[in-house]
């Protein structure tokens, strides 16, 4: 493993890929209110199927991408034949797959969109119209991850955010101004969609490709072809089970009780997936740290990463559940908070536990153990089925969220059982688990007073604060210390005096180990 590689901060790197994720969640607040509002349930519903359509087959990826960060993570810059080869043998790949799964994508969608999913007759001719446009939408994804995954593997994080950014800004409101302009059919919609994500996404391969300065086509390697794959096919059978967990709850949703009720269950289901900014850009960060660490080291690193955000991630879960029929009303308007509030709860009560998965996933990842998390997958997907199945027949949409839940608290366990990390950590996550439901069953009791859930939301948050500065004290004065240096410098307005020591603040997080001297969807 080289040591040559000058690396960033990880700190600086978290909150650059902290903004890159929030970005999207307010470019989504302001454009879904307003799609939804000019295209109606049944079409936004069918844009959601699309969207989980894409997530099924990106496992034609075959895990070009992750192992493709992997590798290159591993690399110096100064090795410039090997990362050409990695970087051509993979694009090639990658255009390859991507024509094979645009084919796929076309007559998969013809198939369920106008076959197996109950759809009024009145969109038929509008999707007819829009598959091309939508069997173009998977090449885009997989050359986009591509493009991102070399810029990672240098921790261009920066680089990488920017044009995502960029490309969710053109690609959410190009669509929502033409259904308001021009007309709100899925006809228009998905190819501007389609025709807006390709123009960024040619924009970030070209720059992506640009910083390989040594890349050229001719170094095509059939000897890196089987090494990625080797690396890249658990990553691949993880990719094809992984969004079927994830998504199949809209799925028997759309085919049990219609197109137009996934759209109460898909919005806040991406509302709550959208509060995992934190824990995900985490995962994202560390990915090409932990795929050069010790294993030693970095069972460390992960260790005392779940922990902070566990606690972190618990007091937002918990604020959030007080807020969210609030929220809700505000932003969907009370006729939708009256189907979909539940739901919402139930959700992200589920989400605590799926979001701490990020720990261990991406340590056996970056560790070379893709195979064990896929094996994990596979084991849950029968007894979720069943249990999504029975559920959301005997209880609707409400059951889909309960089966969510369950399904994050297994997965979880599962993860740090076999990544073997430290069996304390789930002891010490007790308290954390004890304040998110304890926030679940509490709301029902105050739903309808908005000033007593601010309240409750308020009292979450001071006692995530306590839990933290309880159980992980180090990172607490820590974060305190770089809280009053900001305040000591903001009111000394210049001062050269340094109010706290770099090697401290802002040299690694978590600060569990000393500073790595070597070096992500996907998760799905």
Request: net charge positive; charged share 10%; with cysteine.
């Amino acid at each position: 493993m080289s040591t040559e590689k000058p690396k960033q901060q990880l700190s600086v790197n978290f909150a650059i890929n902290v903004a890159g994720a929030i970005a999207p969640i307010v470019i989504a607040l302001v454009t879904v209110p307003i799609l939804v509002r000019h295209i109606g349930d049944a079409r936004y519903g069918v844009m959601s199927i699309v969207w989980v359509l894409l997530g099924y087959l990106g496992f034609l990826d075959l895990g070009l991408s992750r192992a493709s960060t992997n590798a290159l993570s591993r690399l110096p810059f100064s090795a410039t034949q090997e990362r050409s080869e990695i970087v051509a043998t993979s694009f090639i790949l990658n255009m390859a797959l991507a024509s094979l799964g645009a084919v796929l994508l076309y007559f998969a969608g013809n198939f369920l969109l106008l076959t197996v999913f109950t759809v009024p007759p009145e969109l038929e001719a509008e999707i007819a119209t829009a598959l091309p446009f939508i069997a173009c939408l998977l090449p885009l994804a997989l050359i986009s991850g591509f493009s991102i995954g070399i810029l990672e593997s240098r921790e261009r994080f920066l680089l990488a955010n920017g044009l995502q950014i960029g490309g969710m800004i053109v690609g959410q409101v190009v669509p929502v101004l033409c259904a308001i302009l021009i007309s709100p059919d899925l006809s228009v919609i998905i190819p501007a969609a389609a025709l807006s994500r390709a123009a960024s996404v040619v924009v970030a391969t070209l720059i992506a490709l640009y910083t390989e300065q040594g890349f050229r086509f001719d170094r095509f390697r059939f000897a890196k072809v089987r090494s990625l794959m080797n690396y890249g096919g658990w990553i691949t059978l993880s990719s094809i089970i992984l969004p079927v967990l994830n998504t199949l709850d809209q799925i028997i949703i759309g085919k049990t009780l219609g197109v137009s009720a996934v759209t109460y269950y898909s919005v806040p289901m991406n509302l709550v997936m959208r509060s995992q900014v934190f824990t995900s850009s985490l995962a994202r960060t560390l990915f090409p740290r932990l795929s050069s660490l010790p294993r030693a080291e970095a069972i460390a690193i992960s260790e005392r990463a779940m922990m902070v955000s566990g606690i972190l991630y618990a007091g937002l879960c918990a604020a959030g559940i007080f807020l969210m029929r609030p929220f809700l009303d505000l932003w969907m308007g009370p006729s939708f908070t009256a189907i979909a509030g539940t739901v919402a709860v139930v959700l992200l009560m589920g989400s605590w536990p799926n979001a701490l998965t990020f720990a261990p996933f991406t340590l056996l990842q970056g560790q070379g153990r893709p195979d064990m998390t896929a094996k994990i997958h596979v084991a849950q997907m029968v007894p979720y089925v069943l249990l999504l199945v029975l559920l959301t027949h005997q209880f609707g949409i409400l059951g889909a969220a309960i089966a969510f839940l369950c399904r994050g608290y297994a997965d979880c366990s599962l993860l740090i059982l076999f990544s073997h990390m430290p069996r304390r950590i789930f002891r010490a996550l007790f308290p954390s688990a004890v304040l998110v439901v304890a926030a679940g069953v509490l709301q029902f009791a105050l739903a309808g007073s908005t000033p007593a859930l601010f309240l409750a939301a308020c009292v979450s948050m001071v006692i995530a604060i306590v839990l933290l500065r309880l159980q992980e004290r180090e990172v607490f004065n820590q974060t305190l210390a770089v809280a009053m240096g900001a305040w000591n410098r903001r009111r000394s307005a210049g001062s050269a005096v340094p109010v706290t020591s770099p090697s401290i603040v802002g040299r690694t997080f978590p600060p569990a180990v000393g500073a790595p001297q070597t070096v992500e969807n996907q998760g799905a």
